[in-house]
């Protein structure tokens, strides 16, 4: 079959010629899933100084993209991630850097990717645990310390704002439905029901006047 010569910039040529010249077989992995598209951003940043690499490292994790390989991360294809990456992709260039912004259909290895997004967020999901486990400890020895003051209450709030604030970071970007996830919503329960338990006894402490001997 012959195929029209694609006009020079044309967008998804490759992909189009990719699909007309190679047949489907059973062992093709594309699925008519959510996220059958990515964003692949291919950067190059000066060596030195090293923070400005860093920074980008931190932003594209942030994100909550993966690194298929050195300076080459991936994003689900959404309006919002194509905001972000073509951000970054301006703030790469100021530093000095190069980058270039793909839009592409994955033709094969859509479950090794997806396994390589859910293995990052259950890293995450899984560190969440540890941080209200550590927040538990803590409401544990306010008990043991018999500290109980409203000022040591509202600490233990902002910590409990800031794991909330975690965990809806880590959910936004969760984009496959990583398996820990319900874990470290029920720690989290967890955290608020001991924050409230503590609140109460506070306030037999405290109350709404002076305390008596």
Not at 77 to 90: F, G, K, M
Not at 138 to 144: H, P, T
Not at 170 to 199: H, K, M, P, Q, S
Not at 204 to 210: D, I, K, L, R, Y
């Amino acid at each position: 079959m012959a195929i029209p010569p694609a006009s020079p910039g044309s967008p998804g040529t490759i992909a189009a010629v990719a699909e007309q010249t190679t047949p489907a077989s059973p062992s093709d992995d594309r699925r008519p899933e959510a996220h059958d598209r990515f964003l692949l951003l291919v950067y190059r940043i000066p060596t030195e100084p090293t923070r400005l690499r860093a920074g980008v490292w931190r932003k594209i994790k942030g994100l909550g993209a993966v690194y298929v390989q050195n300076s080459a991360a991936a994003l689900p294809a959404t309006p919002a991630n194509e905001r972000a990456l073509r951000a970054l992709r301006a703030e790469i260039d100021e530093l000095g850097g190069t980058a270039f912004l793909f839009d592409t259909a994955l033709v094969a290895g859509r479950d090794h990717l997806v396994a390589l997004f859910n293995a990052q967020r259950d890293d995450e999901y899984d560190e969440v645990v540890d941080r209200c486990e550590d927040y538990l400890r803590q409401i544990s020895k306010e008990y043991d310390a018999t500290h109980f003051t409203y000022a040591e209450l509202e600490e233990n709030d902002v910590d409990l704002a800031k794991l909330k604030s975690w965990l809806e970071r880590i959910e936004n970007r969760d984009a496959f439905g990583a398996t820990r996830r319900t874990a470290a919503e029920a720690a989290l329960v967890r955290c608020e029901e001991a924050l409230e338990e503590y609140a109460a006894r506070v306030y037999v402490e405290e109350g709404e006047g002076p305390r008596h001997a």
